[in-house]
């Protein structure tokens, strides 16, 4: 009877250990996965005709997340028509271990972005932001989801109280949403610049989103099959517009 008493007494104890230990444990393995993924991909293709690269990462995140802090990231690729980079002094990412496939991205310090516009013309900015957010969802058939995020960016040439970037694949269409608030330079000041981009033929394109074949390949192969985007709530059409041609 005594050592029932005791079972009962130490038992919930033990359940929480043997609970701890195995957080511990899931997190260490998932944590060890992450760094060897990390240490694969540094300064190669992470999918085809995308590479990124770091000068230092520090993981963390225990017990329930895995967090990565980089310095000096920098991703660089093929678009739509020509090449593009991205880099920025500080870089972060959020996954849990557990449940939702959601990663959260988070960058700060100065940045540079170039790209290729639709006509082959070669661009190059550099500015700063108040902060910078994003998010991905990926489930079995790719990237379901992408948003940005930019808060008071910009440069002595340019800037934008808040600018907003969203992708999201629904069904046979690929949905594509731009928007800044508050833009200064290009001319003249404008309240808003706006677009909404439906892409058809959607399953053309998920061989990239699945990280299959490169953006090249994807949006040549989506153009050769009768490919169309179709542009509705436009404000400013012709900004909006020039921010999503280099995408498709």
Not at 51 to 61: E, I, K, R, Y
Not at 82 to 90: I, R
Not at 137 to 164: E, P, S
Not at 221 to 247: C, D, I, N
């Amino acid at each position: 009877m005594q050592y029932s008493s005791r079972f009962w007494l130490y038992a919930p104890f033990l359940v929480v250990l043997i609970l701890a230990a195995w957080v511990i444990f899931h997190w260490w393995q998932a944590a060890s996965a992450f760094e060897k993924k990390l240490a694969e991909i540094k300064g190669r293709p992470v999918v085809p005709g995308i590479t990124l690269d770091w000068t230092g990462v520090m993981v963390g995140g225990f017990p329930f997340r895995v967090d990565a802090n980089f310095t000096n990231f920098q991703i660089k690729g093929e678009a739509a028509y020509g090449p593009f980079a991205w880099s920025t002094e500080k870089f972060a990412l959020h996954a849990l271990t557990y449940g939702r496939s959601k990663t959260v991205y988070e960058a700060a310090g100065r940045q540079s972005l170039a790209w290729t516009s639709a006509n082959g013309a070669s661009h190059a900015i550099g500015f700063q932001a108040g902060s910078i957010h994003g998010s991905s969802i990926a489930r079995a058939n790719g990237l379901t989801r992408f948003d940005l995020d930019l808060i008071n960016a910009g440069n002595k040439q340019f800037t934008a109280r808040r600018f907003q970037f969203h992708l999201q694949r629904d069904g046979d269409n690929l949905n594509l949403m731009v928007r800044a608030d508050a833009v200064t330079g290009f001319g003249k000041p404008r309240k808003l610049v706006q677009a909404y981009a439906s892409l058809n033929k959607a399953d053309v394109v998920a061989p990239f989103l699945r990280g299959e074949i490169p953006w090249t390949m994807a949006m040549g192969l989506w153009r050769g099959l009768g490919g169309k985007a179709t542009l509705s709530q436009t404000v400013e059409p012709e900004l909006a517009t020039q921010a999503l041609s280099p995408l498709y």
